[in-house]
């Protein structure tokens, strides 16, 4: 199966929405998410249930048929009547069993590989055979529940035994392999020696949609009710409401599914807020709904998937959402304007600089809100810490950030980045759209000494090599070597290499620095500075491993010497 690739964002900030209560995200910010929709998938607008087989594909049980998908293409299989397809399981033999308006049966691939559909309703005796939806279906060990308002059939080895409540039953639930049914006028019951036994303490729910039984922590049943919140039942009998302070909201969400998490955690889908992750002990880490996250407000359908990812299915569509992934995202749905450039987190405050400005909130508390920056608005390029100043550049000019008050420093417009030279502690250097400026220290901050003649390139990307020249990468004009006199803040030579010294072309050139020597990526390939030749010439590890037309966008060593690098088509780490 092609897996899904989603995207690579950056790491984000605590949320929580619309509820009352206290709440502590452990999640920073929205998970990557996937919408698709009818014209994604070529079917109808509602997804029932959700259902994985053991290579990875899924399956969906959708309006007008059973949908299937490998990751890269969507199929869409109907049942024979052409009914609405409510319930979907897949056992250990490759067999997808769904459950219909009025049918049942299983998908199985036939000689030809494509997926070809059995009747097991038609076997039922006539009697039975005029039935309503099934609703429900389970698996195990052989047998598979196919559970409707009217009776229970189990199909166990080629036979159907017929389970008939004595009064009407509503939905199924099967839990520590025991089939559970709420039963109107009753309450919730466990199916014994083929009849329905009301439980301990289910009488509480005679009166009472129940939409979902999971276990609990300390052999406890969650249990979700459609209209009247959620609730823990104990073994004992004892019946008490799952985080009271939220039951009003839960009663107002109107709770259509649920499920428990690898981690623990639950996922609540909701008929009118959407979705919800919240602890065992009912505290919501993340909350997804229309604008945030979801195309649709409506959750009819949960499934955890191998990854830990989660499928959602909507009352219009589909959604995959990457809460296995260990990125989440900062956007415009989180109360972030614009596109995020940069970002820096010191030990009390998290500053996110997007193209309208500088914002800042606490880095403990993630349910605070981000805060604009007064006199930052406009485009931000770079935030980070020199010395004990944190500075900004920016396209009106270089600042200096105190908490959440931002001073210029530098009049100079485009202040693409800073960079503190190996061999002069007490200057800083200053990329701008028009060449260098010079800092140095006075009264304990940084502040601008002067800019040198002899340059005035765009300098957005620079670096210093071990003999102390300063190499800027142009974007579409090549790279530049300035040879300075730091202590004169001069620039002493500048010397061009293009295409003509090695470079395949003048154009997507950058520099970075590893382990203490500096490395070019370009158009086509890896390449370093040989000082003998006055030339560049391929580098012999990534050449090695990539080959000599890997087009690098992104280089980063991190703490510990490991190297991550994005291109166009790979995403990769050098350990």
């Not at 929405?17 to 452990?26: D, E």
Request: glycine share 12%.
């Amino acid at each position: 199966m092609k897996r899904l690739l989603l995207g690579l964002v950056i790491v984000a900030f605590g949320l929580f929405s619309g509820l009352t209560g206290k709440s502590q995200s452990a999640i920073s910010g929205l998970p990557s998410v996937r919408n698709f929709n009818t014209l994604d998938y070529k079917a109808g607008i509602q997804n029932w249930s959700i259902a994985q087989d053991g290579r990875g594909i899924m399956y969906i049980a959708n309006n007008l048929g059973l949908l299937e998908y490998d990751g890269n293409r969507w199929r869409v299989y109907a049942v024979k009547n052409g009914s609405k397809i409510r319930s979907v399981a897949v056992d250990g033999s490759g067999k997808i069993y769904v459950g219909c308006q009025g049918e049942f049966g299983y998908f199985f691939p036939g000689k030809q590989g494509e997926l070809e559909y059995t009747s097991l309703a038609d076997s039922l005796p006539d009697k039975f055979r005029n039935f309503d939806e099934t609703w429900n279906l389970f698996l195990d060990e052989g047998k598979v529940y196919f559970c409707t308002f009217s009776n229970i059939f189990i199909y166990d080895h080629n036979r159907i035994s017929i389970v008939q409540p004595e009064h009407p039953a509503e939905l199924s639930f099967f839990v520590n392999r025991e089939l559970l049914v709420n039963v109107r006028g009753l309450g919730l019951t466990k199916l014994q020696d083929d009849r329905l036994t009301l439980m301990e303490g289910g009488g509480y729910f005679k009166d009472i949609g129940i939409s979902s039984v999971l276990n609990a922590y300390d052999n406890q049943y969650l249990i979700s009710t459609f209209r009247e919140g959620i609730y823990l039942m104990k073994s004992s009998g004892e019946v008490k409401p799952w985080n009271e302070s939220l039951q009003q909201y839960f009663r107002q969400a109107n709770i259509n599914c649920m499920v428990r998490l690898k981690n623990g955690n639950y996922a609540i889908g909701t008929q009118n807020f959407g979705l919800f992750i919240l602890t065992e002990k009912g505290e919501t880490l993340l909350h997804l709904t229309s604008g945030q996250g979801l195309e649709n407000r409506t959750v009819l359908s949960l499934l955890e998937d191998d990854l830990q990812n989660l499928w959602v299915g909507n009352n219009n569509g589909l959604a995959y959402i990457e809460l296995g992934s260990s990125f989440t995202e900062i956007n415009e749905e989180m109360g972030l304007p614009g596109t995020g450039y940069s970002a820096y987190l010191t030990n009390s405050h998290l500053y996110v600089g997007t193209n309208t400005g500088l914002y800042v909130r606490s880095a403990m508390d993630k349910t605070q809100p981000f805060k604009f920056i007064e006199g930052t608005r406009g485009q931000v390029y770079h935030i980070g810490k020199y010395g004990d100043d944190l500075l900004m550049g920016h396209h009106n000019g270089a600042f200096r950030i105190d908490g959440d008050k931002a001073t210029l420093i530098s009049p100079v417009p485009g202040s693409w980045i800073f960079l503190h030279p190996k061999n002069a502690a007490g200057v800083l250097i200053g990329g701008t759209y028009t060449g260098l400026q010079f800092f140095t220290r006075k009264d304990g901050h940084w502040a601008l000494s002067g800019r040198p003649d002899g340059f005035t390139e765009s300098s957005r990307i620079m670096e210093q090599d071990r003999d102390g020249n300063l190499w800027i990468a142009h974007g579409y004009k090549g790279v530049y070597k300035l040879d300075l006199d730091l202590g004169k803040l001069e620039i002493k030579k500048v010397s061009f290499y293009g295409a003509d010294k090695g470079f395949p072309s003048n154009i997507l050139i950058n520099v970075y620095a590893l382990r203490n020597q500096l490395i070019f990526t370009s158009e086509h390939g890896v390449y370093r500075f040989d000082k003998q030749l006055d030339r560049f010439v391929l580098e012999p590890l990534f050449t090695t491993l990539l080959g000599e037309n890997s087009q690098l966008l992104n280089i980063r060593e991190d703490a510990i010497g490991n190297v991550y690098f994005i291109g166009h088509e790979l995403i990769g780490v050098m350990r």
